[in-house]
């Protein structure tokens, strides 16, 4: 949903159209909701449970192309890339064939880092205590 709001693929629509303001508040909506579980600590992600993003990722990366082409969607972009977004960097590293595995490793690696802030953050919180 971050991904979204940072990199939006919705030029095709005047700005002031259904579909920027419904995907702006549907995908502003799941980041503020993730962030206030983490904030009144309803949520706090611990190592132990890396693996739920993980197959959680997996199995999306594994059905959505299937569903992205009897649909002819582009769901997560995983078809084509976004122009100017870093998904289109990986596309062009990697190129056509590799661009799954390179997109999901690309996923990956944010999550860890995404991880490592939380988890320092956490920390940190202790300490202050």
């Known amino acids: 949903a971050a991904g979204a709001l940072l990199f939006p ?8 159209n259904y579909m920027h303001i419904y995907d702006f508040i549907s995908h502003g909506l799941t980041v503020a909701f ?3 579980l983490l904030v ?3 949520v706090e992600p611990k190592w132990k449970d890396f693996w739920m993003p993980l197959v ?3 199995i999306g990366f594994i059905c ?3 569903v992205n ?18 998904l289109e960097m990986i596309f062009n590293l990697t190129g056509e064939i590799w661009y799954r595995i390179g997109y ?5 690696f944010i999550v860890v880092v995404w991880q490592m802030i939380i988890c320092i953050g956490q920390r940190k919180r202790k300490e202050v205590r």
């Not at 999901?104 to 990956?108: A, D, E, S, Y």
Request: hydrophobic share 45%.
């Open 69 to 86: 082409q009897k649909l002819e969607t582009n769901f997560w972009f995983l078809t084509i890339p976004t122009k100017n977004s870093p």
């Open 104 to 108: 999901f490793l690309f996923v990956l």
């Open 56 to 58: 959680f990722g997996l």
């Open 9 to 16: 693929d919705w030029r095709m629509y005047p700005f002031f």
């Open 34 to 36: 993730g962030i206030c």
């Open 64 to 66: 959505l192309p299937v």
């Open 40 to 42: 009144t600590r309803k």
